[in-house]
């Protein structure tokens, strides 16, 4: 209750207190005195009859000075005045209050009997004087009242310091408590910074190398290409180019997938049967690791379709059994075991992970009996760069890949290791109900022609390759590594070609700027710009300037010779291995 309640309570009860006090001592008073009178008379009455009438006179003077009568007088019959004794003569205090009311006076009748009759009466002037006693009463209260108050005040104080302090200590909890939050989240942000730097720095990387290694792989891919037009189809060397063309086209694949998650663009997924991708990985991956290590498969065919990209599931279970294998390296020998099976994920299973939903899923397990993760760097393993092997070994980047592909394709991932003694990691895809869609292949031979083609690359390999592969499809191909000796021929002989096929990046003219120069010169010169990688270019603005065709490097030949005839034969434009 409020603390000024309590005391108006208190006050309120303490003036009905006194009030009644009063009353009742009042009553209480005048009975006594009118008994104490009674006495009196009784007194007077014998000294009276006895006629000895100085001995009621001396007693009842003294009577009025103890009985604090202002005056005492006896009437004979007749109201005849007897005796008439004043009281004693009162201080400047009483009289200054008895003038002023404080002290009230009382006037006491009382008859006086002689044989049981009337002789006469006593009339006493009492000084009702318990004035003193109020005041004392009065000082008393308003002891208790200033004692009260400070007990109040300082149960107040008391009860205000407490709450002050339950408040402070509420702020200072909840400072405290936002400043843990605050450094939590800067923490969090500085990883989060971290994680982007590294991210940005794979893919200044990725842009850096992507244009030369796709330079390089054209010419693998174009070489080999021509080798296989001159190895007779039943030659062993056949098959050996075969693996060398597939081998260079999932190359491809892949540098193309690390700049895409580099860049974090989207990914095109369609409904595959995984098994057939895990199958095909482990065939690859048994003639890059030890025999030493054995390899234990249990392949659930009927395990279900993901919606995923291919190139991507390849990536992932090579990088997880790379990094399986590169921990059994120091036995020397283990086993990696590889499961596929469909499982059923519940809510409960999902709690680490709530944008996912239960359901059906593909799950996929790398197990190892390696050397094991430390609890300390189980936290990042996935981190970009972050590796515990030695130099040469790895790059820390396998795990990031494979935790990058995982989550872009609403997976989750979950990794298990004990040192000493091994460690697996479990990957699940949602399974879907998508028929997978059966590509058909064209088997049919390249397309050829007999137009004029001007040939720009800066790099002699590619302008080499492609020559010969252009020439055997029956194409007049004349080629210049120099960007700017390619404008100043056009420029001299604008209608001596069908054709332009300009690399991009080049010294001093980019392909772009030497499209531009040379439609400025003959607006309907077909143009097909080709480049491993570039930020600068890509279909959009080719075809905003006018050219008719945009290329990634490496092209399969029968590809490239789809789009030089869809070009030469008037269609706008296309674009060769789309992202």
């Not at 991507?312 to 499961?339: D, F, P, W, Y």
């Not at 332009?500 to 010294?507: E, F, G, K, L």
């Not at 065709?549 to 030949?557: G, R």
Request: hydrophobic content about 40%; overall charge negative; some cysteine.
């Amino acid at each position: 209750m409020n603390p000024k309640k309590i005391n108006i309570i208190f006050w309120m009860s303490l003036v009905f207190l006194f009030c009644v006090f009063v009353i009742f001592w009042e009553r209480n008073t005048l009975q006594k005195d009118r008994a104490e009178l009674r006495k009196k008379i009784q007194v007077i009455e014998g000294a009276l009859w006895n006629l000895d009438p100085e001995g009621p006179v001396e007693y009842l003077k003294l009577s009025a000075r103890l009985g604090k009568y202002e005056r005492i007088t006896v009437f004979a019959v007749g109201d005849t005045v007897f005796l008439d004794v004043p009281g004693p003569e009162v201080g400047l205090l009483d009289r200054i209050l008895i003038n002023i009311g404080l002290i009230p006076k009382v006037r006491l009748e009382a008859d006086i009997l002689h044989d049981g009759l009337i002789v006469g009466r006593v009339e006493a002037l009492h000084l009702h004087n318990t004035i003193y006693l109020y005041m004392y009463l009065l000082v008393i209260m308003g002891l208790v009242l200033l004692v009260v108050n400070l007990f109040t005040k300082t149960l107040h104080a008391k009860q205000t310091l407490e709450i002050r302090v339950e408040e402070r200590t509420a702020e200072l909890r909840l400072k405290i408590i936002e400043r843990k939050m605050a450094e939590e989240e800067k923490a969090t942000l500085e990883v989060q910074l971290r994680q982007a730097q590294k991210m940005e720095a794979i893919g200044t990387l990725a842009g850096g190398i992507a244009h030369d290694f796709n330079n390089i792989l054209a010419a693998i891919i174009g070489y080999a290409e021509l080798a296989k037009d001159d190895i007779p189809a039943d030659s062993p060397s056949s098959a050996m180019i075969d693996e060398v063309l597939k081998a260079g086209n999932r190359a491809k694949e892949l540098v193309k997938h690390i700049l895409s998650f580099s860049r974090k663009t989207g990914q095109e997924r369609i409904p595959i049967q995984i098994h057939h991708i895990v199958n095909e990985a482990l065939k690859l991956l048994r003639a890059t690791i030890p025999t030493t290590i054995e390899i234990r498969r249990h392949i659930d065919s009927h395990c279900g379709n993901i919606l995923a990209d291919p190139v991507q599931m390849h990536q992932v279970l090579m990088n997880l059994c790379t990094n399986a294998a590169h921990s059994m390296e120091e036995k020397g020998e283990g086993v990696l075991e590889i499961r596929l099976e469909g499982a059923r994920l519940t809510a409960d299973d999902l709690a680490t992970e709530p944008t996912l939903t239960p359901g059906p899923y593909v799950r996929l397990s790398v197990s190892d009996t390696g050397t094991g993760i430390d609890k300390n760097h189980i936290d990042r393993i996935f981190d970009p760069y972050f590796t515990t092997k030695d130099v040469g070994k790895g790059s820390g980047m396998g795990l990031a890949v494979v935790h990058g592909i995982v989550k872009n394709h609403e997976g989750m991932l979950i990794v298990k290791s004990k040192v000493g003694e091994g460690t697996t990691f479990t990957v699940y895809f949602p399974r879907v109900e998508d028929e997978v869609r059966l590509e058909s292949e064209d088997t049919g031979p390249p397309c050829g022609g007999t137009e004029r083609i001007l040939m720009v690359d800066d790099e002699e390999a590619m302008v080499d390759m492609t020559r010969r592969n252009l020439e055997n499809l029956g194409y007049s191909v004349v080629t210049k590594t120099s960007s700017v000796a390619a404008y100043e021929l056009f420029r001299s002989r604008p209608a001596a070609f069908d054709l332009v096929i300009t690399d991009q990046t080049m010294p001093k003219l980019t392909g772009d700027q030497l499209s531009m120069k040379l439609m400025n010169i003959r607006p309907d010169i077909p143009i097909i710009l080709c480049t491993g990688f570039s930020s600068k270019i890509d279909k959009e603005r080719a075809e905003a300037v006018g050219i008719r065709a945009f290329a990634m490097k490496p092209v399969a030949l029968k590809e490239f010779s789809k789009t030089i005839r869809q070009v030469l034969d008037g269609d706008r434009i296309h674009t060769l291995n789309k992202k």
